[in-house]
């Protein structure tokens, strides 16, 4: 079945350090794939997308690129401020009929002044 | 516009005691999911609706575990009776449409804790 495997934390960083948050799924044909962002207190939300190889999603700053041959889709940004601090989820929704999204386990990262 | 709206914000039960969860979509939203999300995991899809239609609940616990959602619009989930592992946060999420590219919107979810 389909599965999504993140790098487990939490992730610790300074502020204005450079973020790297590892995503790679297993899934059957071609499925979109996701960062979902959870801030404290609050529900998840989506981040950023890709549908397709090769495509790069991008917001806020953040980055992730649909890689098929490597099946990854690592998130990153240059320089990171404390109000990233959050949960951040790697998904993937299946492709073909109705959508149904498999998340991974979430990375917590923490970002210090 | 308004989010997704999930009532309560906490509940603490007792094993084998009852629980209900609501939920109410964005405005317009014909697909609604229930995910059950266990301290230190990713939330796993329970139910999903299209309009008032179950699409997929493989992985609800049918024998103890309902959803309803009445008229296409709220939906009920309920457990009984509830175990120690049904500890968890409960998430309600819509969607415009049930296609895979379509965006989820999240509500802040229940949390759960069995005793």
Known sequence: GNSVTQMEGPVTLSEEAFLTINCTYTATGYPSLFWYVQYPGEGLQLLLKATKADDKGSNKGFEATYRKETTSFHLEKGSVQVSDSAVYFCALSKSGGYQKVTFGTGTKLQVIP | ?115
């Open chain 2, 1 to 115: 516009e308004a989010g997704v709206a999930q009532s309560p914000r906490y509940k603490i039960i007792e094993k084998r005691q009852s629980v209900a969860f609501w939920c109410n979509p964005i405005s317009g939203h014909a697909t609604l999911y229930w995910y059950q999300q266990i301290l230190g995991q990713g939330p796993k899809l329970l139910i999903q609706f299209q309009n008032n239609g179950v699409v997929d609940d493989s992985q609800l616990p049918k024998d103890r575990f309902s959803a309803e959602r009445l008229k296409g619009v709220d939906s009920t989930l309920k457990i009984q009776p509830a175990k120690l592992e049904d500890s968890a946060v409960y998430l309600c999420a819509s969607s415009l449409d049930p296609y895979p590219n379509e965006k989820l919107f999240f509500g802040s979810g229940t949390q759960l804790s069995v005793l």
